[in-house]
């Protein structure tokens, strides 16, 4: 279906996902206008090639796909937004114990919030990106669906988004059966970045070693602290508390004669608590900075699928409003390793892939 006359703001980050939903929207009919989010400088995060999205030769490879469809393009300057509402988060999560998630905290902040008001200054009608998703108009309400191919489905990292969002965003992608699909697509224009790999990184934090990263960035040290048992026991010396995650079993550096993994962290004190697998596992969670789309709000308890972690199985469980706009979550089955500071989403029990809503896990209640 073609839209004459409608301005759609691209957001193109240089790899093949968002060059191919750009060249879509123009077949279907839009007025394209390609724009690339500087999040930081390479220098700023003490990267030195070019080996993850967001860098310099990132935003070459969308101007050179822009030029190609014959759109015009440029770069919008986000470093001072990404550092506090990405960055800083990301560092003060990890410091009080949690672990965040913050592709998140990007989309919720910057690819969404922030590149909106900027499509609205422009005069456009929506911003497109490449994320696999669908969204759906039904009863004057705007649901998010699962993308068609579940492999690549995002809805996890999109569950923050509003109404008024919904409302002005394409994802054209959702509709793909397959990446190779979206890939033959990119190839058939003659596309710089038609086999470019995919980043599985967080885009600051390329090596992994987030660590090492927040010591270089804040100019400081972690100190070691005491690793214990489950009765109180110091069992052995670690490197420090925020090295470590909620179900980690490897490098804990102990030798105890069978398996024990990350089961606690007290970051005040700097100790970490060991245990036996049995002991991550836990029915009941609390949720904050909870965000709805299938519904206005939670006012009963609803059967809902949910899952605590991107790549996980979602799981039956039953979604109760708690205060202050909470969420209390109770899983069916007990659940390994819910962590604090990940997100919990919820998705309709129909089978259909709707997200109901979800929230920033808090805490466990068992």
Not at 134 to 143: A, H, I, M, P, S
Not at 304 to 314: G, I, N
Not at 342 to 347: F, G, K, R, T
Request: net charge neutral; charged share 25%.
């Amino acid at each position: 279906m073609k839209h004459n006359n409608k301005n759609a703001l691209i957001a193109m980050s240089g790899g093949v996902d968002s060059s191919v939903t750009a060249y879509l929207m123009k077949e279907a009919g839009y007025n394209c206008h390609g724009t690339n989010m500087r999040l930081y400088h390479n220098e700023d995060i003490g990267l030195s090639i070019f080996k993850t999205c967001c860098t310099q030769s990132d935003i070459d490879d969308a101007a050179n796909v822009a030029q190609r469809l014959g759109m015009p393009f440029e770069v919008k300057d986000f470093t001072s937004d990404f550092k506090r509402e990405v960055i800083d988060k990301f560092i003060r999560t990890y410091e009080e114990g949690g672990t965040p998630n913050p592709c998140i905290d990007c989309n919720r902040c910057l690819k969404f919030r922030r590149l909106m008001d900027f499509a609205k200054e422009k005069g456009m009608d929506c911003v497109a990106t490449g994320h696999y998703a669908r969204v759906e108009e039904k009863d004057g309400r705007f649901l998010l669906r699962k993308a068609k191919n579940l492999s690549k489905d995002q809805t996890y990292v999109l569950y923050t988004l509003t109404q008024n969002e919904l409302a002005h965003v394409k994802f054209p992608l959702g509709e793909m059966e397959s990446k190779e699909e979206t890939r033959k697509i990119a190839e058939s224009l003659g596309l710089i970045n038609a086999q470019k790999r995919e980043s599985q990184d967080i885009c600051f934090v390329p090596d992994g070693d987030y660590v090492a990263f927040m010591e270089k960035y804040q100019g400081k040290k972690y100190q070691p602290g005491n690793f214990l048992d489950l009765q109180g026991n110091v069992i052995g010396r670690h490197r420090g508390a925020v090295h470590y995650t909620l179900g980690q079993r490897k490098g804990l550096g102990l030798a105890l004669g069978e398996p024990v993994y990350v089961c606690a962290k007290d970051m005040e004190t700097n100790i970490v608590t060991v245990g036996p697998e049995t002991s991550l596992f836990h029915k009941e969670l609390l949720a904050s900075d909870t965000n709805w789309i299938a519904i206005p709000e939670l006012t009963t308890p609803m059967e809902v699928l949910a899952k605590t972690r991107y790549s996980q199985k979602e799981q039956p469980a039953t979604a109760y409003p708690a205060d202050n706009g909470k969420m209390r979550l109770v899983f069916h089955e007990a659940q390994r390793a819910i962590t604090p500071g990940q997100a919990v989403v919820l998705y309709s029990i129909d089978g259909e892939g709707y997200v109901v809503g979800g929230g920033t896990i808090e805490k466990t209640l068992d």
